[in-house]
């Protein structure tokens, strides 16, 4: 893949390679959003899967050699407990299961770092895996067993899922846009300069109006049922983490001295790159959800 990206770099130009992925990945990710089900499940697992592995790539700039297989097997596991929507001890019995298989595994390796390995590997799992399964979860909220709606004036379809999941997307995009945009005309304020040189304040608090903005016009065209004053919060919100979540991938990048997680989206980077954001937006969008419709 590292050679296909760099073969159509070459012969193409970045900017060109990057809008050919974009025409052939973005029919994918709706299909496979629309869809919904299995379909959604096996898409989010990909993308879980693969994000891991750039994770515990990266870590392996800082000397760690991370328990991989372990790990992958454990994040299908919590993905299929959050999909078929057990009861949240079982997520608890996951959580717990989890750490104490992952360090009595360590145990018997016999390789240096033991405290590196194991903590690499169950911040992979906590950081990356539980975080982006949420999207799973976002995908089928307004339709799961356990929804519990106030009377609304409009019935909850699948199709509020899939546009749920569509305008938190819009919105980090949108935030990333602006920022970009924005910081790339007037940014003068280095946001941090450490971590991100190019990144600016005035880019920042763009990205975080417009992520606002765009959230409320999106809840206020398509999703009614989501009181405006909080379709305003719920957009600030992914303004703000989000940025983090980017900021945050930057830092660990930076740290372990590479340009961007892999090469696996040509023109693009790797699929920590592309959805550094969605890592820190997801759970917490669908913690707000479930604190504002509530759960039995």
């Known amino acids: 893949m590292t050679h296909l990206s760099d073969s159509l770099n070459t012969r193409f130009g970045n900017t060109t390679t990057r809008i050919l992925t974009a025409l052939v990945g973005i029919p994918i990710i709706i299909g496979c959003t629309i869809a919904g089900g299995w379909w959604f499940f096996g898409f989010v697992q990909i993308i879980t899967l693969l994000t891991l592995k750039e994770w515990f ?35 608890l019995l996951w959580c717990i299961g989890t750490t104490i298989v992952i360090i009595a595994l360590e145990l018997w390796r016999n390789l240096p770092s033991a405290t590196l390995n194991s903590a690499t590997t169950i911040f992979g799992l906590m950081a990356i895996g539980l975080c982006l399964q ?14 519990v709606s106030a009377p609304l004036s409009i019935p909850l379809t699948d199709t509020h899922n899939t546009l749920l999941l569509a305008g938190m997307f819009s919105a980090i995009w949108i935030c ?73 991938e930057s830092l660990y990048k930076r740290d372990a001295g590479i340009k961007d997680s892999s090469n696996l989206i040509p023109g693009h980077g790797g699929f920590y790159d592309r959805f550094d954001s969605a890592l820190f937006v997801a759970p917490l ?9 509530g759960i039995r």
């Not at 991370?66 to 001890?89: K, M, N, S």
């Not at 949420?134 to 929804?147: E, G, H």
Request: aromatic share 14%; with cysteine; hydrophobic share 55%.
């Open 57 to 91: 790539d990266l870590s392996v700039h800082k000397q760690a050699q991370p328990l991989r297989v372990p790990a992958y097997i454990a994040v299908i596991a919590l993905g299929l407990i959050l999909h078929l929507r057990l009861p949240f001890v079982y997520g």
């Open 134 to 147: 949420c999207l799973d979860s976002i995908r089928n909220f307004f339709t799961a067993p356990f929804f």
């Open 176 to 248: 990333d846009s602006a920022a970009f945009f924005v910081g790339k005309a007037i940014g003068k304020h280095k946001l941090f300069p450490r971590v991100s040189p190019k990144k600016s304040w005035e880019g920042a608090v763009a990205g975080f109006i417009a992520s606002a903005i765009a959230f409320w016009q999106f809840c206020h065209a398509f999703l009614p049922m989501i009181p405006e004053i909080h379709a305003v919060i719920l957009g600030a919100s992914i303004g703000v983490v989000g940025q983090i979540g980017d900021l945050a």
């Open 285 to 293: 969008m669908y913690i707000y959800l479930v604190l504002l419709f």
